[in-house]
């Protein structure tokens, strides 16, 4: 049974800095495409940064290109979202997500809320 548990959310003031941390187990997270995804209060849960359905590249948000970093250690089983410069409109719960190589991602944590106040 695959699990996530995420880690790292808080309140920051805006341009400030966060990193998130999932651990994976249950998988080897190098086997496995691995992403972020974030849902704000009346919004729907939207694809942040993480690998392309083919595993072989790293996709990001639009709105996040620049400022935020995703990567991973596969000796720990560790994916990381480095957020650089954060904004208000980057509040929400962040979520670690897992799926197999070609297939939706369809493991999710428990999720990790970040508040960004102006």
């Known amino acids: 049974q695959v699990q996530l548990v995420e880690s790292g959310g808080g309140l920051v003031q805006a341009g400030a800095s966060l990193t998130l941390s999932c651990a994976a187990s249950g998988h080897t997270v190098r086997t496995v495409r691995m992403g972020w995804f974030r849902q704000a209060p009346g919004k729907e849960r939207e694809f942040v940064a993480g690998?392309?359905?083919?595993?072989?590249?790293?996709s990001y948000l639009d709105s996040v290109k620049g400022r935020f970093t995703v990567s991973r250690d596969d000796a720990k089983n560790m994916v990381y979202l480095q957020m650089n410069s954060l904004k208000p409109e980057d509040t929400a719960n962040y979520y670690c997500?897992?799926?197999?190589?070609?297939?939706?991602?369809?493991?999710w944590g428990q999720g990790t809320q970040v508040i960004v106040s102006s």
């Open positions: 690998d392309t359905w083919s595993g072989e590249n790293i």
């Open positions: 997500a897992a799926g197999r190589i070609y297939f939706p991602y369809d493991t």
